[in-house]
C-alpha cells in the first residue's frame, strides 16, 4: 500500500519558518515526481511546489518564490518543504503528492497519491 505522511506544520508568526516533511512508503518514489499542494479553507486545492524525480529541476507558484524550497532526499523517500517569510496568507492544509510517474506536473488532477495533509497555520 502507497502512503504519504506529511508533518512539520504547526502554528507560526508572519515572518517565521516552517519546514515540512513527507515519508514515502510502500513504493519507491526516488524515480517519481513529487510535489506539494495547498489548500485554504473556502478555496480550491492549489499547486505550491515541484520537484523532478533526480532533484535537479524545481518549480514554484509565483505566490511562494523566493520563499519556499522544495528539495528530496530520494534515499530517505522524503520531500521536504522549506518555508521562510511566511505570510498569514500561507495559512492552509498542505499536502504532498506524486503523480507515481516521471511526469512534471504542476496539475492537482496528475497526482494519484496524496497524504493526509498538515495544518499551516500563520498569525499576524
Known amino acids: 500500500q502507497v502512503q504519504l505522511v506529511e508533518s512539520g506544520g504547526g502554528l507560526v508568526q508572519a515572518g517565521g519558518s516552517l519546514r515540512l516533511s513527507c515519508a514515502a512508503s510502500g513504493r519507491t518514489f526516488s524515480n517519481y515526481v513529487m510535489g506539494w499542494f495547498r489548500q485554504a479553507p473556502g478555496k480550491e486545492r492549489e499547486f505550491v511546489a515541484v520537484i523532478s524525480w533526480g532533484g535537479g529541476r524545481t518549480y514554484y507558484a509565483d505566490s511562494v518564490k523566493g520563499r519556499f524550497t522544495i528539495s528530496r532526499d530520494s534515499a530517505n523517500n522524503t520531500v521536504y518543504l522549506q518555508m521562510n517569510s511566511l505570510k498569514p496568507e500561507d495559512t492552509a492544509v498542505y499536502y504532498c503528492?506524486?503523480?507515481?510517474?516521471?511526469?512534471?506536473?504542476?496539475?492537482?488532477?496528475?497526482?494519484?497519491?496524496w497524504g493526509q495533509g498538515t495544518q499551516v497555520t500563520v498569525s499576524s
Open positions: 503528492a506524486s503523480p507515481g510517474t516521471m511526469y512534471y506536473t504542476t496539475h492537482a488532477h496528475d497526482y494519484t497519491y
